[in-house]
């Protein structure tokens, strides 16, 4: 499958652990874009990277949360020190950008998190 | 800043009708506009976009959606639902000229009954 992947699919953390989440885009792909999607909401921006330039971050992204994509291809989500209204779906998505193109972007299946 | 509104939480039609999707958008300047389905423990699809050009717009399974400039609406429709087309649907919208800040709607639920 060559689409997007995220890893884990679901995460069970206590408040004021660690996490960290994957985001494999679709190879070809320039941009990655992180979302947070809650019950009965469409997903929401967080941040996104142009190859490895981290390009512009949401205010929704507080400093507990820190996104990298070190070599321009995978990328990490971490939040620290979790708390429960940190809990929800977190989505990743690629597309490809090129001048003045706009194509649409390619959603990851999401990692759930739930902190208890 | 740009924002997107779905009216109906959710559409009930039954197989063979058509069906039609609310959504309409609030952004300054030429919009993107895009839906999006969500099927049960999977990732959004991409389902068609507006960019330019003719008004009404073919996308995947049959879907098109038209856009309504005056109306700011972009309406997703169907002619014969199908049951495998219960799903989430989300619209969104992008400003043309930023290419990184989508807005999305909160998500119309079809259910296609048979």
């Known amino acids: 499958d060559t689409g997007v992947s995220q890893d884990p699919r679901h995460k069970i953390t206590k408040r004021g652990q660690n996490v960290t989440f994957r985001c494999d885009p679709i190879?070809?792909?320039?941009?990655l874009y992180w979302y947070r999607q809650t019950l009965g909401q469409g997903p929401e921006f967080l941040t996104y990277?142009?190859?490895?330039?981290?390009?512009?971050k949401s205010r929704l992204l507080s400093d507990r949360f820190s996104a990298e994509r070190p070599k321009g291809s995978f990328s990490t989500l971490e939040i620290q020190r979790t708390e429960q209204g940190d809990s929800a779906m977190y989505l990743c998505?690629?597309?490809?950008?090129?001048?003045?193109?706009?194509?649409?972007?390619?959603f990851g299946p999401g990692t759930r998190l739930t902190v208890l | 800043a740009q924002s997107v509104a779905q009216p109906e939480d959710q559409v009930n039609v039954a197989e063979g009708n058509p069906l039609t999707v609310k959504c309409t958008y609030s952004?300054?300047?030429?919009?993107?506009l895009f839906w999006y389905v969500q099927y049960p423990n999977r990732g959004l699809q991409f389902l068609l976009k507006?960019?330019?050009?003719?008004?009404l717009v073919k996308g995947s399974y049959g879907f098109e959606a038209e856009f309504n400039k005056s109306q700011t609406s972009f309406h997703l429709k169907k002619p014969s639902a199908l049951v495998s087309d219960s799903a989430l649907y989300f619209c969104a919208v992008r400003r043309l000229a930023n290419n990184n800040d989508m807005r999305f709607g909160a998500g119309t639920r079809l259910t296609v009954k048979p």
């Open positions: 990277f142009q190859n490895e330039a981290q390009l512009e």
């Open positions: 190879s070809e792909h320039n941009r």
């Open positions: 952004v300054s300047g030429n919009p993107y």
């Open positions: 998505a690629s597309s490809s950008f090129a001048g003045s193109s706009h194509n649409e972007q390619f």
């Open positions: 507006y960019i330019t050009g003719d008004n």
